[in-house]
Every structure is written in structure tokens, then in C-alpha cells.
């Protein structure tokens, strides 16, 4: 009796230990339609921002698996470029009505791997699905041209093919749109796809998009998603069977991506960092442009490479900066699962430290800290990586603040004597992503539209980032790479333009051998 007792004892004791060790859900990988769990024994945490706990662990995905991966995918492309385009159409059909199924499953997964409030994540959802609805056009994207009789009896037209296997790389800050700004367009024109989604955030990616891309009839082998980070990046950019690479991310990882993969002859799109400048005219609309500059400064916690982060108030609008600082403060910083949350925690301790790092740095070089949020403590989420709405007045161009992308809830405010001051201070800056103008002067905002070196620019619009039947057009430092993405520019990225001549006529009675080069005379 007593021993059953002691051994009833032992097996408690080892439940407890078992529960204890019960290894975390395992992110697994897609390759060849099958959802695997990856071999390797090395993993990471994907954690929770608001909260630090572990929800996943992603595995650093094996080289022999990641080959897997590849070769599913080039197995796939043969008969996958012979499907109809109107057949691959009708896959993306059905996968934007699977989406918008799936919203709200989809929020909730961003909003606890990345930590945007629930609401910001459906907008997240929704910029990356209508690229998805923009590809169900596909057909009339991908016509080629045709000139008829361009020498006797002679025509020319050009087809765009698909390339093969293309790859996409992606950051943490919109785990869904930007997944869905690559495969999309990738497979509708016809080529197969291999994902590697940001080891911060996998989940909405990997799990739910792969999946219901699946359910919407995409055929084995066409989506594949890998994870891990540094070693299966560098083994994309080496990949012989890999013909074309999208990246989005920080400048470091992409021109390092950039250069490695166009060393190796492939395509790469490369969206990298960003300081958007807003520049506001003291003829603006106040209320307006207050709103404005408060939801661009610090929505999504600063954390979109569209953000408006710096403010460049010309003249008497310097006055604005008292009212900008009051409406901020009315902001809710709190989990983003909490319906009253304006804005969420940054995605890790880390980039908490660097952000508060960034800040001490500009208060030390002279600037004023009006809103300080490095202090904030959110109830209920003490151990968040929270940093409050912070804003920085009369910054200048050698402040390492300015100088840096901070991505966090961070405004720099800096001022101008004219027009032409405030667009020189953003026509300096290296990043050329987007800039904004707020006036009621046609004239100025027609002089900054002609004059200002940023791709995507916004008048009286605080975040220009174009639907996408226009292409998503940064510029210097924030791209590298010629075809920007979606637009048509997305879909001459990803398609090869074959140009066919063709000759039709009665040969009868040739004229003989000829060895001039041919002209149309
Ligand atoms: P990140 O560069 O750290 O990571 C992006 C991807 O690159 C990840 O998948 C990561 O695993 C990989 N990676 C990172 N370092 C690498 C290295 N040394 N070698 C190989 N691979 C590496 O970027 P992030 O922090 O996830 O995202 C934030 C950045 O992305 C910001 O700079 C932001 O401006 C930028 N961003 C740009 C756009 C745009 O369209 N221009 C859009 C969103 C985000």
C-alpha cells in the first residue's frame, strides 16, 4: 500500500515536471503543401509585447529543409505557369473572401505577436488584402503588346512570363500587409513562392495567410513559408533556383540582401527605413492638421516606415507645438487588446532601449523634451515594452535623434524660416520614403510637390501610402532595386517580357540572300 502511495507521489511529481517541460507550440514550416514542423533544435520565442509571454517558438529551419522548400517550389512552377491566368485569377478570388472571414482571427493574432491595437490590425489586414483583390485583375495586368505589320508582313508582340521561384523577405511592423504585398502578385502572374515571414511575428503570416491561401485552392509546392533569420536569409540570397527576391526591412539587412543577391544575378526589391517629414505652412487648417500629425506621429506606436516622425513648422505655425503636445497627451497608451488603446507597446525590450536610447541622446544635444513617455507604466501590464507618446522640439539636422530611424512613438519638431528652408531640411535627409505638406495655398504645396526628393508624397495627407493600382515609391535611401512594389511596377517585377517577331507572308519568289542587317525599308 505504502509503496503504490510513494510511486502515485512520484508520477504527480513527474506530471508537474511534464506540464512544466511541455515544450511551447512549434511554428511550423510550408513546404510542398504540408504544414511541418522543422527538424531543427534550435528555436526562438515569439513573445507577446504587451505582456512578455512566450506565445510560439519559430525554428531556425535546416538547410537540407529549406532546400525542401525551394525544390517544392520549382517542381510546382511548370504547371503552375501553364494554369490559366484566369484560373490562378479565381484562387485569389476566393482568397480575399477567406480573408475577410478570417479578419477578426487574424487582428487578434497581430495584435498579440506585434502589439498593435486590434483596430490598427484589421487596417493592417485590409492595406495587405486589397493588393490581393488589386490581383484578381491579374489578366489584364499581365497583357503584353502588340504591333501589327511593323515590316511586311511582319508583327511584333511581347509577352510577360513569370520568372520561377521568387522569395520574400519581411519585417515585424505589418506581419500581414506586407506578406500579402509579395505572393499575391508573385503567384497570380504565375510564378511559386517561397516565404520567410519576420521571426518576430510569424504567426498571422505563416499560419493563417499560408493556410487559407491553401484553402483557396493555391496548389501544393506554389506558397512554401520557411522560418528562421540571418542564415536562411543568406541561404535565399544564394539560391541558384532562386530567381527574384522582395525584401522590406531595415537598411542594415537590405542592401546587405541587395548586394549579396544581385551578386548572384537575381532581382531584389528592397523597401528599407524611412523619416518622414511633415511640413506645415501656417495657413494650414489647425484642427486638421494637428489631428494629423498626432494619429501619423505615434499610430501603431511609431512603428510603420510611413510614420510621420519629424515635424518641420515654418514660421509663425512653431506656435502649434503647445496645442500638438496637449491633443497628445490625450492619447491611451495600453495593450493593444484593450479597447481603449490608442497605441500599443513597441515589439521588444530591445527596441524599447534603443527608442529611450535615441531620446537621451537628442535631450543631451539640446533638444526639448515637451512630452517625455519613457516612464510610463501601463496597469495590468507592467512588464509591457511600453513607451509613451514623447515629442522633441527644436531638433536639428546633426542630432543623432534625427539622424536615426526611430520607430517608436517619437515626434522630432524642427523649424523653418520659408518653404524653401523646410523642403531643403527633407531634401538633405537620406531616407526618401514619403513627405507630406499641410497648406491652403495651391502654390505652395504645387512648389513642394515639384521640388521635394521623397517617392511618395502627401499634400494635406499625413501618410501617402498609394492603393494598390499605384506602386508603393520610395526613394533613395529607403529603396534599392528598380521595380517598386505592387502597381505595375509589382507585376513587371516579378515577369519577364519576352519579345516575339513574327513573320506571315506569301514567300514565294524570295529575293534572294541578303546579308545587310534587316530593316524595315
Ligand atoms: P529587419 O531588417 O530587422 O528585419 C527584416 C527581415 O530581415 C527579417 O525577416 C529578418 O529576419 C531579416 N534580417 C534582419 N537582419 C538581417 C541580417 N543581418 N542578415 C540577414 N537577414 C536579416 O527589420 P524590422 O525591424 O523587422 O522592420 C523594421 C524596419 O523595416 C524599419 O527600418 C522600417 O522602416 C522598415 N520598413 C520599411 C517599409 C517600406 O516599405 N519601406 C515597410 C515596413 C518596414
Not at 500581414?176 to 519576420?198: R, Y
Not at 506602386?471 to 502597381?487: I, P, Q, V
Amino acid at each position: 500500500g505504502r509503496l503504490s502511495a510513494i510511486l502515485g507521489r512520484l508520477r504527480d511529481v513527474e506530471d508537474t515536471f511534464h506540464h512544466l517541460q511541455t515544450p511551447k507550440k512549434r511554428v511550423p514550416n510550408l513546404i510542398g503543401g504540408c504544414f511541418v514542423n522543422s527538424q531543427s533544435s534550435d528555436f526562438i520565442d515569439v513573445i507577446n509585447p504587451a505582456t512578455q509571454q512566450v506565445v510560439s517558438q519559430i525554428p531556425l529551419t535546416k538547410n537540407e529543409e529549406f532546400k525542401a522548400a525551394v525544390s517544392a517550389a520549382k517542381q510546382a512552377f511548370p504547371s503552375w505557369r501553364n494554369t490559366p491566368v484566369t484560373t490562378r485569377q479565381r484562387v485569389m478570388l476566393k482568397l480575399q473572401q477567406l480573408i475577410r472571414r478570417d479578419m477578426d482571427k487574424l487582428a487578434m493574432n497581430i495584435t498579440t505577436e506585434q502589439g498593435k491595437t486590434l483596430k490598427d490590425a484589421q487596417g493592417d489586414v485590409f492595406r495587405g488584402l486589397e493588393v490581393v483583390e488589386h490581383a484578381c485583375g491579374m489578366a489584364s495586368l499581365q497583357m503584353g503588346e502588340f504591333s501589327s505589320n511593323v515590316s511586311h508582313g511582319i508583327d511584333t508582340y511581347s509577352i510577360r512570363e513569370p520568372l520561377g521561384v521568387c522569395a520574400g523577405i519581411c519585417p515585424f511592423n505589418f506581419p500581414a500587409m506586407i506578406p500579402l504585398w509579395m505572393f499575391p502578385v508573385a503567384v497570380t502572374s504565375g510564378n511559386t513562392f517561397v516565404l520567410k515571414p519576420s521571426e518576430k511575428d510569424p504567426g498571422c503570416a505563416s499560419m493563417i495567410l499560408a493556410e487559407l491561401a491553401m484553402e483557396a485552392g493555391l496548389p501544393s509546392g506554389v506558397l512554401n513559408v520557411v522560418h528562421g533569420t540571418n542564415d536562411i536569409v543568406n541561404a535565399i540570397c544564394d539560391d541558384e533556383d532562386i530567381k527574384a527576391i522582395s525584401f522590406v526591412g531595415s537598411n542594415t539587412a537590405g542592401m546587405h540582401i541587395y548586394k549579396r543577391a544581385s551578386a548572384k544575378g537575381k532581382r531584389v526589391q528592397s523597401n528599407m527605413g524611412a523619416k518622414n517629414h511633415g511640413i506645415v505652412m501656417p495657413d494650414a487648417s489647425l484642427d486638421a492638421t494637428l489631428n494629423a500629425l498626432v494619429a501619423a506621429g505615434f499610430g501603431a506606436a511609431g512603428q510603420r516606415c510611413m510614420a510621420l516622425s519629424t515635424v518641420v513648422f515654418v514660421r509663425d505655425s512653431k506656435e502649434w507645438e503647445i496645442e500638438l503636445v496637449k491633443r497628445t497627451k490625450s492619447l491611451k497608451v495600453n495593450a493593444g487588446t484593450e479597447p481603449d488603446a490608442d497605441l500599443g507597446p513597441v515589439i521588444s525590450k530591445q527596441a524599447k532601449e534603443r527608442v529611450c536610447r535615441l531620446i537621451q541622446s537628442g535631450v543631451e544635444s539640446g533638444a526639448r523634451l515637451l512630452l517625455d513617455g519613457r516612464d510610463i507604466v501601463v496597469p495590468g501590464y507592467e512588464q509591457g515594452n511600453f513607451v509613451g507618446p514623447t515629442i522633441l522640439s527644436g531638433v536639428t539636422e546633426d542630432m543623432e535623434c534625427y539622424k536615426e530611424e526611430i520607430f517608436g512613438p517619437v515626434l522630432l519638431c524642427m523649424q523653418a524660416d520659408s518653404l524653401e528652408e523646410a523642403i531643403n531640411i527633407v531634401n538633405r535627409n537620406k531616407y526618401g520614403n514619403g513627405a507630406a505638406i499641410f497648406t491652403s495655398s495651391g502654390v505652395a504645396a504645387r512648389k513642394f510637390q515639384a521640388d521635394i526628393e521623397a517617392g511618395q508624397v502627401g499634400i494635406n495627407v499625413p501618410i501617402p501610402v498609394p492603393l494598390p493600382f499605384f506602386s508603393f515609391t520610395g526613394s533613395k535611401a529607403s529603396f534599392a532595386g528598380d521595380l517598386n512594389f505592387y502597381g505595375k511596377a509589382g507585376v513587371n517585377f516579378y515577369t519577364q517580357i519576352k519579345t516575339v517577331t513574327q513573320q506571315w507572308k506569301d514567300l514565294g519568289g524570295g529575293s534572294g540572300v541578303s546579308l545587310a542587317m534587316p530593316t524595315s525599308h
